[in-house]
């Protein structure tokens, strides 16, 4: 500790405390333009200059740490003077065109100007142009160097924080511009937070341009709609249409951070497509025809009241709000008495069951900034840098200003990798065999603990290298990384369910962690917002809320489709969930879906799933509802309505209730607030959330608040046994066939935004850069993708240390629909590569 | 004074190291590996040598500030990118004796236990820089350089790293970021590159002519060292004379020698017969200039710094009646303001516009209250840029404005020049 005094203010700061923010704490702010928590200072701005008593020259306090006995003034007039003279100096090179610049009203230099600044400017000659028309960076990013305070947050956020390194600086002196290499496009995320930190109006939203002045504009602080990483954002629209999304400094698990899909993909809710009518197909030949809801509604119950419940099934998806799924099993299960529902299209219910064991989500929260503190870190299963962007970036800014071990494990290559200590390609859908090896090496000999663990003495450790691809050194020195540290991180992702053999092994490494006695975090990486919210409100068949057991297990999405399949299904009520797009083998779900008796679809557009249904009733997107997300650490947290819903679309928790009512008056709560109420008493996990937000924006940038961790229970679930399946080699289909999210998408919701749409460049097939040599393919060639049931032509994607043989198709395409190459019940589908004449 | 920095500059093929080992090379080397480290470094500390750079810090001081732990890797830094308008001394000893540099590097390495050394070269050297790289292939083949260096378990290797022509690179830790290869721009301090230099590891920076002098302190000794010159500045100083003299050039002269000793002895006087001196900037640009009434001030680190003047790299500008005093400031602003890296507000847009004002006045374009203008935006960045590339333009031109204020009344006043 160290004792300064401040303006005369005696108090005790950490020592190596900041001066700025020694003076924070003692109630003094200090402007700065260069500064940012979260970025390495270099303190070139000098606006936050200060006297140290006894120091001939002014200090930046923005990179100067405080020293035991120092006097610091940060108000004297010669401070006072300083900082009127730095903004005269920045103010002699700016464009000064506040009126027709988008950050007018919201910019931090008139701010300061207004505040410290000269009220007479004395620059009288002819300004630096660097150009005379604003150009595009990106085809969301717009550029005016001539506002430009040289503040340099932009390249420093693109390297420390996203790890892309694509800006600079050129030149130097008063022609210094930030921008990127010679001003070229750039090839880049797209995820425009150098505009986020950008004081001024130099880096600029493309689609926002000229659209509105910041004070016209109406926002609601809410959680994004994409992955599960849960970032806070705030959606603002001017006269009903939504025209920007943006993070805020020190708010939330992210801070002013967000990836393209969260600060670009707002545009879905001003899409004109959406269904805004219930509808209704009254003969079993007819089209789907516009209906009152009073029509819907009698029409469903006409045609559910005499169905068994063992033979009805609901689905609902994992982007609904937490009140919303919570009500929907309630309906499903006591209204209906049916044990069928799901949340999941894509994973295998008992697949889901055992990822909530392996990983330890009903332990309760587990945030990934604890996770991050551990002396060694796994990354497993998990595509960070596209899945889940944000994720990456927290990863990375933390692994960057710490000692730590980074290790990543996965078949294709990714941006995170260079900050990574240890980078391990393995083959796709081997994740088990590879822990299986890292557990064989922390003990091969003296492997104990519970059956399953000292069952592993039998496995031979070269049979899963071979396995899992993998060479036995890496894998030694993972392993003896993990071996070495006192604390161990893991961080999971959707490979796991996926290809639910890695489960297993991975309940057992976390096992073995804990009896050696190290401090584990595990935390799983979802690819919906409310994916782990759905799952512990019940919406899954072999549990219920708050991973509570259930009397029997229902159906599974996936059993769901084969009753369905099999005429054994005879009403089916899907929230939200598009799972003609979604589902393994396309055709077989078409075929499955007309077959149920009775089809209820909810949703926000009328998508392929919908186009099946008897019953269409119009749903609302994430900024039409008020409600709560679970991210996939586990934190509760609030998201709220901005826009009222378009035409006669209602709030799903609204429709879930009156079709509830409609079968008994009785069914409720009534109101979104009692629904929490509910959850609260009846979901011990759930007994402490609030729908307040507790991190309020905070100078000192504290991202982690542990208050909105939900707890731990006691459950009684089973990671499973899941035999390996062997994908057979064949020469003729030489590729392994993988896929998951794409950098700008989450799912086919997102393609309905133009913007992301217009960021990626259509379907694409990635394979290793090796690969493509070997075939005489170059990035951007046309190639026709071939399996034994589907084929595609795509252009290629070429990736740097990708694993060979190893191919990726994301699965938000619709031109090149990823789950037709897939069959149901099989494990990765192999296909061949050709170029495509 | 027998020359120590200059005694081969001029000979017959000086560069070769058959030469410099004739004329006595290398002893310095020979005797120094005899020495521990820590006493060579206090030999060093007691010659009372101090960098020759511009700063003026005890060389050897800066040397015991090098961690002593044998494990971390350190550095040696030679800073040869010569870039102040005015001075060329460097230039002369890489270009004429390149084996004195290399040898003075090879010693301060075995001092402070460095094992890599560069040579930070201007890149517009490119002769030197090919004179040098032949001179430490030649050391490298006499076993001067590389394993084992003259029995002594000493390992050291050199390598020259060209700069790409910013004068911010003589800054030494841009210097050091030039090297690892990113933007030359200055990095805070603390950390001091003695503790985290380059790499982030302890490292020395020291100008050419710091080095060169280090052969000749370990081989006659500190006393014999500290006896020539100043008191407090001891040793030999290369003066760089540019200007209105008869004979401009390289002086080697014991540190302390005054400015009349200089111009009217050493260089045969003033150009033209019968044109008086008008100003003398004693040390580089960004030395304030002395005028007439202060030519008997000895050049030295300490009285110029008594005068409100600094010795710098020592480079001696001489200026006759006929110069106008605006257009050099001008000039000379214009040269900062060119050379300013970007990276802190009052230098980037402070000089660009103290050069618009100049310019302006130098035009005849001047209004009244510029010289007010200027003086206050010297208050403004003086003291607060983030390297002192800033302070030097300001010191600069606060020496003109405040010997010269009338003349530059006089071009706003009347739009013309008062002296041609």
Request: charged content about 25%.
């Amino acid at each position: 500790m160290a004792t300064v005094k401040i303006n005369g203010i005696e108090l005790q700061v950490e020592d190596n405390t900041l001066i700025l923010d020694a003076a924070r704490k003692a109630g003094f702010e200090i402007p700065t333009f260069c500064y940012q928590a979260d970025l390495m200072g270099i303190g070139s701005c000098r606006m936050c200059l200060v006297e140290i008593e006894g120091q001939k020259k002014l200090q930046p306090s923005c990179v100067t740490p405080v020293l035991h006995g120092m006097s610091i003034n940060t108000e004297t007039p010669t401070v006072m003077s300083a900082r009127a003279s730095m903004l005269e100096f920045l103010l002699a090179n700016h464009a000064m065109d506040c009126p027709v610049c988008d950050k007018g009203g919201e910019c931090e230099l008139q701010d300061m100007v207004h505040k410290y600044g000269p009220r007479k400017g004395r620059h009288a000659d002819a300004k630096f142009k660097f150009h005379e028309k604003d150009y595009a960076l990106s085809p969301v990013i717009i550029k005016n160097s001539n506002r430009c305070v040289n503040c340099m947050k932009c390249v420093r956020v693109c390297r420390e924080v996203v790890g892309r390194n694509v800006l600079t600086a050129l030149n130097r002196g008063d022609h210094q511009e930030a921008t990127s290499f010679m001003r070229t496009f750039l090839d880049c995320d797209h995820d425009g937070n150098c505009i986020e930190v950008c004081p001024v109006g130099c880096f600029m939203r493309l689609p926002y341009r000229y659209k509105t002045r910041p004070w016209d504009l109406k926002g609601v602080d809410t959680i994004c709609t994409y992955c599960a990483t849960g970032c806070r954002m705030v959606i603002e629209h001017r006269d009903g249409t939504v025209v920007r999304a943006r993070a805020q400094m020190g708010v939330g698990i992210n801070s002013e951070t967000l990836c393209a899909r969260g600060r670009f993909g707002y545009d879905i809710m001003n899409d004109d497509g959406r269904v805004k009518t219930p509808m209704i197909k009254k003969s079993r030949t007819g089209g789907l025809e516009p209906a009152s809801w009073e029509e819907a509604i009698a029409f469903i119950k006409d045609n559910l009241a005499t169905v068994d419940g063992e033979k009805l099934g609901g689905i609902i998806s994992p982007r609904s709000t937490n009140e919303e799924a919570y009500l929907f099993q309630k309906l499903i299960r006591t209204i209906f008495k049916s044990p069928n529902i799901d949340s999941s299209v894509r994973f295998k219910a008992d697949a889901v069951e055992g990822f909530v064991k392996a990983t330890g989500m009903d332990e309760g929260g587990a945030s990934i900034f604890d996770c991050m503190e551990a002396d060694t870190v796994l990354i497993i299963g998990a595509h960070l840098s596209d899945e889940n962007p944000v994720t990456d970036y927290i990863v990375r800014r933390i692994s960057g200003s710490r000692r730590m071990n980074l290790i990543i494990t996965s078949p294709r290559a990714m941006k995170l990798d260079s900050s990574a200590s240890v980078v391990l390609r393995h083959l796709p859908a081997t994740e088990g065999a590879l822990l299986d090896a890292i557990i064989l090496n922390l003990n091969a000999d003296k492997i104990v603990g519970s059956e399953a663990l000292t069952a592993l003495k039998d496995t031979k450790l070269e049979a899963v290298l071979a396995e899992a691809g993998v060479d036995a050194e890496t894998v030694k020195l993972i392993s003896n990384k993990i071996a070495g540290s006192a604390s161990v991180g893991i961080i999971a992702g959707t490979d796991f369910l996926r290809s639910p053999e890695g489960l297993p092994p991975l309940g057992l490494l976390r096992e073995l962690l804990k009896a050696t006695g190290k401090k584990l975090t595990v935390v799983p990486v979802l690819d919906r917002c409310n994916q782990r919210g759905v799952w512990e409100m019940g919406g899954h068949p072999n549990f219920g809320p708050g991973y509570s057991a259930v009397k029997a297990k229902g159906m599974g999405t996936e059993a769901m489709l084969d009753a369905a399949h099999s005429g054994g299904l005879e009403a089916l009520y899907i929230a939200g969930a598009d799972l003609v797009t979604l589902a393994e083998d396309e055709d077989f779900v078409k075929r499955a879906l007309s077959k149920v008796g009775f089809l209820v679809v909810q949703d926000t557009f009328m998508t392929e799933t919908a186009r099946l249904a008897n019953v269409v009733l119009p749903g609302v997107s994430t900024g039409e509802k008020d409600g709560m997300f679970t991210n996939q650490e586990g934190r509760a947290q609030v998201i709220k309505k901005l826009l009222p819903p378009p035409g006669k679309a209602k709030k799903d928790i609204d429709i879930i209730r009156a079709v509830g009512e409609a079968f008994e008056r009785s069914f409720g709560p009534k109101n979104p607030a009692l629904v929490l109420d509910e959850i609260r008493k009846e979901i011990g996990m759930y007994s402490e959330v609030s729908l307040t937000f507790k991190n309020k924006r905070n100078p000192d940038n504290e991202l982690d608040n542990k208050a909105a961790l939900v707890k731990g229970t006691h459950s009684d679930l089973k990671i499973g046994s899941w035999p390996r399946r062997h994908v057979a080699a064949d020469p003729a289909f030489p590729f392994i066939l993988t896929t998951g999210n794409q950098l700008f998408h989450s799912g086919r919701l997102s393609r309905r935004s133009e913007i992301l749409t217009s960021l990626s460049k259509g379907a694409e097939v990635e394979i290793s850069e090796s690969d493509a040599t070997a075939l005489g393919l170059k990035a951007g060639d046309k190639v026709r993708v071939k399996g034994a049931r589907y084929e595609a032509v795509v252009s290629l994607k070429t990736k740097k240390g990708s694993k060979p043989g190893v191919a990726f198709i994301a699965e938000n395409y619709n031109e090149a629909p990823v789950n037709r190459f897939f069959k149901k019940g099989e494990g990765l589908p192999r296909v061949s590569i050709t170029k495509a004449l | 004074m027998e020359k120590v920095l200059l005694k081969n500059y001029g000979k017959p093929d000086s560069h070769k190291i058959e030469n410099y080992i004739l004329s006595g090379g290398y002893k310095g080397l020979e005797a120094a590996v005899k020495l521990k480290p820590d006493s060579l470094i206090q030999l060093i500390k007691d010659s009372g040598l101090r960098g020759r750079g511009g700063a003026g810090f005890s060389t050897g001081l800066k040397w015991s500030f090098i961690p002593k732990d044998p494990t971390i890797p350190k550095f040696l830094c030679c800073n040869a990118d010569e870039g102040e308008p005015g001075t060329f001394k460097d230039r002369g000893i890489i270009d004429h004796d390149p084996h004195l540099l290399i040898e003075g590097m090879i010693i301060t390495s075995y001092a402070i236990g460095a094992s890599n050394a560069y040579i930070y070269i201007r890149g517009e050297f490119v002769f030197g820089t090919n004179r040098l790289q032949v001179a430490i292939d030649e050391a490298y083949a006499k076993g001067y350089l590389g394993k084992n260096i003259m029995g002594s378990g000493f390992n050291l290797d050199m390598y020259i790293h060209r700069g790409f022509g910013a004068y911010i690179c003589g800054e030494e830790t841009a210097l050091l970021e030039s090297i690892e290869g990113y933007r030359a721009q200055p990095r805070k301090k603390p950390p001091f590159p003695a503790l985290a230099g380059l790499y982030a590891k302890p490292t020395v920076i020291n100008n050419v002519e710091t080095l060169s002098c280090i052969p000749s302190i370990v081989e006659k000794g500190a006393e014999w060292f500290s006896k020539i010159g100043a008191p407090k500045s001891p040793g030999p100083k290369i003066y760089c004379v540019s200007g209105h003299v008869k004979k401009p050039g390289l002086y080697e002269l014991p540190m302390g020698t005054t400015v009349r000793d200089l111009i009217f002895n050493h260089c045969g006087g003033m150009l033209h017969e019968g044109r008086a001196l008008k100003a003398v900037i004693p040390g580089g640009v960004s030395a304030p200039l002395l005028t007439p009434k202060d030519l008997d001030t000895p050049l030295d680190f300490d009285s110029l710094a008594a005068k409100g003047s600094m010795l710098g790299s020592g480079a001696v500008i001489v200026m006759d009646q006929t110069t106008c005093m605006v257009k050099s400031a001008h000039i000379v602003t214009r040269f900062f303001s060119h050379e300013s890296c970007g990276k802190c507000t009052p230098c980037r847009d402070g000089t660009p516009w103290l050069t618009r004002v100049l310019g302006r006045i130098e035009h005849g374009e001047g209004k009244p209250g510029d010289v007010e203008l200027l003086e206050s935006l010297c208050t403004n960045i003086f003291g607060r840029t983030f390297c002192p590339l800033g302070d030097g333009a300001v010191m600069a031109l606060r020496g003109f404005v405040k010997n010269f204020r009338d003349e530059f009344q006089f071009h706003i006043d009347y739009k013309r020049c008062m002296v041609s």
